[in-house]
């Protein structure tokens, strides 16, 4: 990031970025209606009218504090502008609003010894007038709220949330002295920009006003964001932000009046390399997304997928995880191979060879069938519930014990032996697994959407067939063709850990 952020200004670099993520989005395989840009000026426009509505609702206020300064520079050091030692842990290089290993947020003032991100000067101090937002007199509501509804958060939000609670809110400026972001609409401020914590996190209101379109007033997003209809409203980051999520966007929300707030709260500790080494680009620790879209297609039986896998199935829900090639090769000719992709091979060469590449047509399905059967309608609810419950790991065991269900239920039933001696019995089974083949190509379309248009192509299924609950393949359905959905990775043609 380095290389290229030095010589270019923050809208070049913010253009560049924006630009890289969208491209590493699609070639992960998620989508999106609208991924927006602070200074996109419908989100200028509708952060504007929210900070002016609470500053005429008193909840902004102004107050002349000590921030830090860098005489060189001739700025104010907030933010990333400023490093130095954290308050908290007192881990060296913490930010200016944030220390990325303990987590605690504080005012950039707080700092032991700070210095200039830019030149590495020592921080003067210098007064400034900012328009600080009033936490404590919103801190009786955010309690009762927190407390109807932190049973649906993960562990760590409750904690750290609580921990904020108890200590008592304090107010926090939310203008800042830099040349970049969204102006301050108030007049004597108008030199300033909005703090970009406070303008981001408004962009999950202003992105759902731009999609259904309408104003701050009214539009058909008032489906989503009034209170009185219970729109469901999950939150999905790291725990670094679940001060973000879980008191200062409510507050505002709180403030502003009559808005939904947040129901859910999925908050992941951190993905970390081996050893428990964090990912950092700036000292060459760990693989970017980049890097690793570039070795699909160069490493065989890579994809991207297999990513998608590993990441889903290794989630760091309730402690910090470790991302290791090795792993992710284990787990990929584990799971992926010999468990899924082995399962399809059998099913479709047997159907092939017996059946003419159709499925076959049931007669009396026996217990051992609808048993199977009743595997798959049950498998929507409960990965649905786990889905909806934020439990990325459950979804992913829910989803390989059908798999296992499957090849055990083929293995008992052995159609390659019945086929010599009972032709019906066969073609129930078989019938049994394209139900189950068919049945997961929905099921796993959130979690290995590229495996799915492998699998739609074998199952002779548009790619974007697909709802969840139970779907019948007819019996006389010609079949694709289809090579394997997954083949083996070698660990020696990856990276090291």
């Given at each position: 990031m380095g290389q290229f952020?030095?010589?270019?200004?923050?809208?070049?670099?913010?253009?560049?970025?924006?630009?890289?993520?969208?491209?590493?989005?699609?070639?992960?395989?998620?989508?999106?209606?609208?991924?927006?840009?602070?200074?996109?000026?419908?989100?200028?426009?509708?952060?504007?009218?929210?900070?002016?509505?609470?500053?005429?609702?008193?909840?902004?206020?102004?107050?002349i504090i000590p921030q830090l300064y860098c005489s060189p520079c001739q700025r104010f050091l907030v933010d990333?502008?400023?490093?130095?030692?954290?308050?908290?842990?007192?881990?060296?290089?913490a930010r200016g609003d944030q220390c990325d290993l303990c987590g605690k947020t504080y005012e950039a003032i707080a700092l032991i010894n700070p210095h200039c991100k830019t030149c590495a000067s020592s921080a003067q101090i210098k007064e400034s007038t900012q328009l600080h937002f009033n936490l404590q007199i919103l801190q009786p509501k955010l309690t009762a709220w927190i407390d109807q509804v932190k049973h649906n958060w993960r562990t760590n939000a409750q904690h750290t949330t609580e921990g904020w609670l108890k200590e008592g809110l304090t107010n926090r400026a939310v203008t800042r002295d830099i040349d970049w972001g969204i102006p301050v609409p108030i007049e004597g401020f108008t030199d300033k920009v909005i703090y970009v914590w406070f303008e981001a996190v408004l962009g999950y209101l202003t992105t759902s006003i731009r999609h259904?379109?309408?104003d701050l007033d009214a539009g058909p997003w008032e489906a989503?964001?009034?209170?009185?209809?219970?729109?469901?409203?999950?939150?999905?980051?790291?725990?670094?932000?679940?001060?973000?999520?879980?008191?200062?966007?409510?507050?505002?929300?709180?403030?502003?009046?009559?808005?939904?707030?947040?129901?859910?709260?999925?908050?992941?500790?951190?993905?970390?390399?081996?050893?428990?080494?964090?990912?950092?680009?700036?000292?060459?620790?760990?693989?970017?997304?980049?890097?690793?879209?570039?070795?699909?297609g160069k490493v065989s039986g890579l994809e991207v997928d297999s990513l998608r896998f590993f990441l889903i199935a290794n989630h760091p829900e309730n402690k910090d995880a470790q991302f290791s090639w090795t792993e992710l090769a284990n787990q990929?000719?584990?799971?992926?191979?010999?468990?899924?992709?082995?399962?399809?091979?059998?099913?479709?060469?047997?159907?092939?060879?017996?059946?003419?590449?159709?499925?076959?047509?049931?007669?009396?399905?026996s217990?051992?069938?609808?048993?199977?059967?009743?595997?798959?309608?049950?498998?929507?609810?409960?990965?649905?519930?786990?889905?909806?419950?934020?439990?990325?790991?459950?979804?992913?065991?829910l989803w390989l014990e059908i798999v296992e269900k499957a090849n055990a239920y083929l293995n008992q039933q052995a159609p390659w032996k019945q086929i010599k001696t009972d032709r019906q019995q066969a073609a129930n089974t078989l019938y049994v697994g394209w139900q189950v083949l068919c049945n997961l190509h929905s099921l796993l379309q959130p979690f290995l959407p590229f495996t799915c248009q492998r699998l739609a192509n074998i199952l002779n299924l548009p790619p974007t067939t697909g709802s969840w609950r139970f779907t019948t393949l007819p019996a006389g359905t010609l079949l694709g063709s289809g090579l394997f959905l997954f083949t083996r990775i070698n660990r020696a043609d990856l990276p090291a850990d």
């Open positions: 952020v030095e010589g270019k200004n923050p809208a070049e670099i913010v253009d560049f970025y924006h630009q890289q993520f969208t491209d590493n989005f699609l070639r992960l395989g998620f989508t999106h209606d609208l991924y927006a840009k602070t200074m996109d000026p419908e989100h200028q426009q509708l952060v504007q009218q929210f900070f002016q509505c609470l500053y005429e609702q008193q909840y902004l206020f102004p107050k990333r502008y400023v490093e130095g030692e954290c308050p908290n842990c007192h881990a060296n290089g259904c379109g309408g989503w964001w009034r209170k009185e209809n219970n729109p469901l409203h999950y939150y999905v980051h790291g725990k670094d932000n679940i001060p973000f999520h879980t008191i200062i966007f409510p507050a505002m929300l709180l403030a502003y009046g009559n808005l939904a707030l947040a129901t859910h709260i999925i908050s992941s500790e951190y993905l970390q390399l081996p050893a428990g080494q964090k990912f950092s680009t700036s000292q060459g620790c760990g693989t970017t997304i980049p890097d690793f879209l570039d070795l699909v990929h000719n584990t799971e992926l191979v010999n468990k899924l992709s082995n399962l399809v091979n059998r099913i479709h060469k047997l159907t092939l060879d017996n059946f003419h590449n159709q499925v076959p047509e049931p007669v009396a399905l217990t051992p069938d609808q048993a199977m059967l009743q595997v798959l309608v049950d498998g929507y609810q409960n990965i649905g519930t786990s889905l909806e419950a934020g439990s990325m790991r459950q979804t992913s065991r």
